[in-house]
């Protein structure tokens, strides 16, 4: 309830912080902007990040051929520069395949929605502060509203539709079994992501990222919500289908997961959607928690602030950007694949009870410095806390008697201690616990039968049981 009265205050603009009024916190202004400087606007994010895109396939591969002691691409372009157009060329020059079970229409249709929904969510990134553009002064932003930070939540669960439309129009099984598993992880590590910027709302005061970034000038995000930071960092590489969390691809599983049957454009389509998904989630981190756009403490206060003004605030934001992606990067060639109960089990038994008691714990805080409790906030403080240990207390001994459970009916079905690896006619070997038959045995039960069946003849057998 507390939380939900702080988040209607601070979509109403009501201060949660006497030092930073939100009546204070400007917005951005898009009084001079033009329509036409809106549409030009839009090209220019719809260029740069095509251009991102192209630039962090490359550096990906260079990157992760470094960590594991080779080149990467080296031939195509200085550095190997042009490698990455090359492969889109080669994308676009290969047949384009429908199976003859798939459903036409939701096969073309899944891979426009993983693909166009990637660019909306970034409409409402602030990339910097005001600049002059052909005589009219706006901000590096497209557009913003007071729930721009719902817009890309909810941009991010239609984005879902992708994954299972494309599994299941498909008519194949890897696809199916790949595309729920897609969704099933995009939607369970959604809840834990939402809730981690729930606490940045109660912060700010307010749902618009240019006036999160703009009340942030005084102290980053970063170190007051350390703990929604740090789960707010592995959701989003939960939510885009990377390493180690790529469990929708599970080559050994699922062949190619969802997008199994595609090929030519409709699978660079799923691939240029998850690249610029990347750089979503990495702007909006930096939005919520690095200051956006603003220049790091010590420069800012070079020259009066000369560097936190104009173009320079673009650079900091592609910097910081770009660290979150070389996060990745560094990710993709540090950690081998989870396993998908243990994936799941991290999302649904400690990310999301975990971002609840956060939330729970940052809505007191936020609630007396506006005075909400009065003189009971120490009271109130202490039997949330209790009730909250007891909860968890109780989900883990709940948990362990499960898992004690589930052991102990796994070991009353467990499979004879000795076996024959030969006995079904293949070699199959020991499962864990389980021990071969002396060899002896086992020679003998292999060796045919001689039965005599008169004078010049013979007849072999075999013992139909070998033990």
């Given at each position: ?120 969510s970034f409409a409402i990134i602030p990339m910097g502060s005001e600049v002059e553009m052909f005589g009219h002064t706006t901000p590096l932003q497209l557009t913003d509203t007071p729930v721009a930070t719902l817009l890309v939540l ?308 075999s013992e139909g049981d070998r033990g």
């Amino acid at each position: 309830m507390i939380a939900a009265q702080l988040v209607q205050h601070a979509s109403e603009g009501i201060a949660l912080a006497p030092a930073v009024p939100m009546e204070d916190v400007p917005a951005a202004d898009f009084s001079d902007t033009p329509l036409w400087l809106t549409m030009l606007k839009g090209q220019m994010v719809f260029v740069f990040l095509l251009l991102n895109v192209l630039v962090v396939i490359w550096f990906e591969r260079r990157v992760v051929g470094q960590m594991q002691q080779r080149p990467g691409p080296n031939r195509f372009g200085p550095f190997g520069l042009f490698q990455t157009l090359a492969d889109g060329l080669k994308l676009m020059m290969k047949e384009d395949v429908i199976p003859s079970n798939a459903d036409r229409v939701m096969f073309i249709i899944a891979p426009l929605i993983t693909g166009a929904l990637a660019f909306v969510s970034f409409a409402i990134i602030p990339m910097g502060s005001e600049v002059e553009m052909f005589g009219h002064t706006t901000p590096l932003q497209l557009t913003d509203t007071p729930v721009a930070t719902l817009l890309v939540l909810a941009v991010a669960g239609v984005g879902a539709y992708g994954f299972v439309l494309a599994g299941w129009s498909s008519g194949s099984t890897y696809p199916l079994l790949g595309g729920l598993r897609s969704t099933a992880q995009v939607i369970s590590y959604e809840i834990a992501m939402g809730l981690s910027l729930v606490a940045v709302f109660l912060y700010a005061g307010s749902m618009s990222t240019s006036q999160i970034v703009a009340a942030q000038a005084d102290l980053w995000y970063v170190i007051p919500l350390f703990f929604s930071f740090v789960i707010y960092l592995v959701t989003m590489v939960g939510e885009t289908n990377r390493l180690p969390f790529d469990l929708a691809e599970g080559e050994g599983e699922l062949g190619g997961g969802f997008h199994t049957e595609y090929s030519s454009m409709k699978f660079g389509m799923f691939f240029l959607g998850e690249y610029i998904n990347m750089f979503t989630v990495s702007a909006l981190a930096t939005t919520f928690f690095l200051g956006g756009w603003m220049a790091p403490p010590g420069i800012a206060a070079i020259n009066d602030g000369m560097f936190n003004e104009g173009w320079w605030t673009f650079l900091w934001f592609f910097l910081k950007m770009w660290m979150f992606i070389f996060g990745y990067v560094w990710l993709r060639g540090s950690l081998p694949r989870v396993r998908y109960d243990q994936f799941m089990k991290l999302g649904w038994k400690i990310m999301i009870p975990a971002a609840l008691a956060w939330v729970i714990a940052v809505s007191l805080i936020r609630a007396s410095q506006v005075g909400y409790f009065g003189d009971t906030l120490w009271a109130t403080i202490i039997t949330v806390a209790a009730i909250a240990v007891l909860v968890i207390a109780g989900l883990l001994m709940w948990d362990r008697r499960s898992q004690a459970a589930q052991e102990a009916e796994q070991h009353a079905r467990q499979a004879p201690e000795e076996v024959d690896p030969f006995a079904g006619g293949y070699p199959v070997p020991p499962l864990p616990g389980q021990r071969l038959v002396e060899p002896r045995r086992a020679v003998a039960a292999a060796e045919p039968v001689t039965v005599d069946a008169g004078p010049g003849s013979t007849h072999d057998s075999s013992e139909g049981d070998r033990g």
